[in-house]
């Protein structure tokens, strides 16, 4: 625009220059860049809370059959990306009982938790306590997504079972355990 | 100028490039609860033990003092991180009917004294006295088709016994408590 009006002036005050050959006009293009980053979010949960209600039968204090299939769903998530998700189960250990429990007593109770809605296959993950509570060790399920998924997903529970077949849980008001279900998108 | 409007292109390439949201939001929690009732149970496989025919004085008719050992098979269990355990007795009484007017020159109720034993916890009771005896603070405990038993201590009567037959009972009561 500079350059135009640089030329309209030249021609207003230089007549003679009136009908020069007309200078070509100067262009540049300027090339924007940009980039997304890979990100996956985790939407919001139906319930960060799933109750079993009660664990045992009153007749002989071992494990009770779960009815139903607890379950939980997660919405609005999304991933731009493939993306990894990851699912692991710590296990129900009873909250007020301190030490270990005598022989033929469990504080655990294992479970498996699977997801579901992120593609396929779906991954699960089994607690792993004993019956002094602990988690025998570190442990996960996992898929991989090739593409950018954008969908709910379903958390699962079944398949509960004591440390020891058998054992009777010691009474608590409060048995808790954690499933935590991670999103990573893919590097 | 030229090159100035190009450096301030290039700016803001840099800041498009810049604004990539960074996202941690990506892991959900979710905590799983449930609860276990305190709960105890007890069970026998021998509801009766028979003391068999008690000793008495030939001369006097009294029942003298004597001890027999006795177990009965139990099952139980209780879940709770302090129970309470209560064993209550009642003395042998004549399952007869005693004829009145010789009521108080016969003895129709034996007294004795046990403890159990083969549980996690002991109880020593007399029916003689309170005929009963509690115990607290049991924890967790489970036993399986358990010998639980002990001697069972006759005491004397003070008058001959009626003859026929005797009953009395035994009970293990088990409360559960957190």
Known sequence: MRNQLLTLAAAVLIPGLAFASPVAPATATVTLTGSIGNACHMGDLSSSQISVGTLTNSSDGTLAAISGSPNTTITGSWCNVGSKITISALPMVAQGYSGSPPSGFTKAVNYTATESGWGAPTPSDTSQGTTSGADSGSHSGSADVGTAEANTITVTLSNFTAPVSGSRLVADNNYQGTITVTLTAAS | ?178
């Open chain 2, 1 to 178: 100028m030229l090159k100035y409007t190009l450096a301030a292109s290039a700016a803001v390439a840099a800041v498009l490039a810049l604004s990539v949201p960074s996202y941690a939001d990506n892991s959900a929690s979710i905590t799983l609860s449930g609860t276990v009732v305190a709960s105890c149970s007890i069970s026998t496989s021998t509801p009766t033990l028979s003391l068999g025919n008690l000793a008495t004085d030939a001369t006097t008719g009294d029942v003298t003092a004597q001890t027999i050992s006795k177990t009965g098979t139990y099952s139980a269990f209780c879940n709770g991180s302090s129970n309470s355990a209560t064993v209550t007795a009642t003395a042998l009484t004549y399952q007869g009917t005693v004829p009145t007017p010789l009521a108080g020159s016969f003895a129709n109720k034996i007294n004795y004294n046990l403890t159990t034993t083969g549980l996690p916890f002991s109880g020593s009771v007399d029916t003689a006295g309170t005929g009963s005896a509690s115990v607290t603070g049991v924890g967790p405990f489970v036993v399986s088709n358990q010998s639980i038993g002990g001697s069972v201590n006759i005491e004397a009567t003070t008058a001959p016994a009626l003859a026929g037959s005797y009953q009395g009972s035994v009970t293990i009561t088990l409360t559960a408590g957190l």
